[in-house]
């Protein structure tokens, strides 16, 4: 729920010793298949800068042997080689964990870098962090967003303060909670608790961001319309077919396909045949048939477009860092550098 809240799930990598490696090469490229090539240039990394982590192995190990033991796939790597790792590959490598600050590990000090998301659980295990609704074998594109003191101040507005009575508390935390619920109509309560306390119990970024939760899901969820179902109405429907007359077919008369088909057919003869004594009628009948198809194609380049904004939809401003790739920002108060 804690990832769920910021618009991000994991994407889990298997516990087999590799699994540093295999969710940084998740986020990096889309897929964990080349975690052996970057185990190897993480080691070659260390050894060729040693003095800056022999310091730092613990236990009292040779470094040749640390190094060598590293290299071996299935050795669990630590600390060392993620700061290993985001030096050689020039990147920022960001570690989240239950109920504790996030961790940047900094590979360089240039201000407009790439960062690598990953999940630290259990006390010896990593996986990918991913876009709540990315489940493809792209690279992933996250960006923490660090909320600055003013923003802070501001938001404290609505936070409950620990001068206030349990009762004055509670009813504040239900307030905040009916005022979410009414504006976004999620009943997820559990949902919605976290999110405020993501949010600092600012209510309208509260509002934002389970209407980006609620909406991601939705798309998710959302299956494709089966093309038959275009051409075959309800039977509970009420059927109009012009036939000069204005006579309606009810719906809840049992008509067969076949039926269906010659009463439709005998409606168009009909207006064929009305449209073939009166010329400016098969003209206006044309026209008024090319556009509704015309409207029929806009709408339907409309309905996709939408669809791929939201599915695809970035900030403005992170496009800076990379044109080419959608960049998801990932809100945080505050963050342990490295």
Not at 306 to 330: F, G, P, Q, R
Request: with cysteine; proline share 4%; net charge negative.
């Amino acid at each position: 729920r804690q990832l769920r809240a910021l618009g991000l799930k994991l994407r889990e990598v298997p516990g087999d010793g590799n699994c540093l490696f295999r969710a940084l090469g998740d986020q990096l490229e889309g897929h964990s298949r080349n975690h052996l090539r970057h185990r190897q240039e993480t080691v070659d990394y260390m050894i060729k800068q040693r003095e800056d982590f022999e310091p730092f192995v613990e236990d009292d190990v040779p470094f040749e042997k640390h190094v060598t033991n590293l290299a071996k796939p299935g050795t669990f790597a630590g600390n060392d080689a993620i700061v290993a790792f985001a030096r050689n590959n020039q990147m920022n490598v960001v570690i989240h964990q239950l109920n504790a600050p996030l961790w940047q590990i900094r590979g360089t000090e240039k201000a407009k870098v790439r960062e690598l998301h990953i999940a630290y659980r259990y006390g010896e295990h990593y996986d990918s962090v991913r876009r709540i609704d990315d489940d493809s074998e792209a690279p992933a594109y996250l960006q923490m967003e660090m909320l600055c003191k003013t923003e802070s101040k501001r938001e404290q507005e609505g936070k409950p303060q620990k001068g206030d009575s349990e009762d004055e508390t509670e009813i504040e935390m239900a307030d905040a909670i009916q005022k979410v619920c009414q504006a976004t109509g999620c009943s997820d309560i559990d949902l919605i608790i976290q999110i405020l306390e993501v949010e600092d119990y600012n209510i309208e970024s509260a509002i934002f961001a389970v209407s980006q939760v609620s909406e991601v899901e939705r798309i998710g969820t959302e299956e494709p319309c089966d093309p038959q179902s275009k051409d075959q109405e309800p039977c509970s429907r009420t059927l109009r077919e012009e036939d000069g007359s204005g006579s309606r077919l009810s719906g809840n008369q049992s008509l067969h396909p076949g039926e269906l088909g010659t009463t439709k057919g005998q409606a168009r003869s009909e207006e064929e045949n009305r449209a073939s004594r009166n010329p400016k009628i098969a003209k206006k009948q044309k026209k008024e048939q090319q556009r509704l198809e015309k409207k029929k194609r806009q709408e339907e380049r409309h309905r996709q477009k939408v669809l791929a904004n939201k599915s695809n939809c970035a900030d403005s401003s992170s496009k800076e860092m990379d044109s080419n790739h959608h960049i998801t920002l990932v809100k945080a108060m505050e963050a342990l550098n490295i």
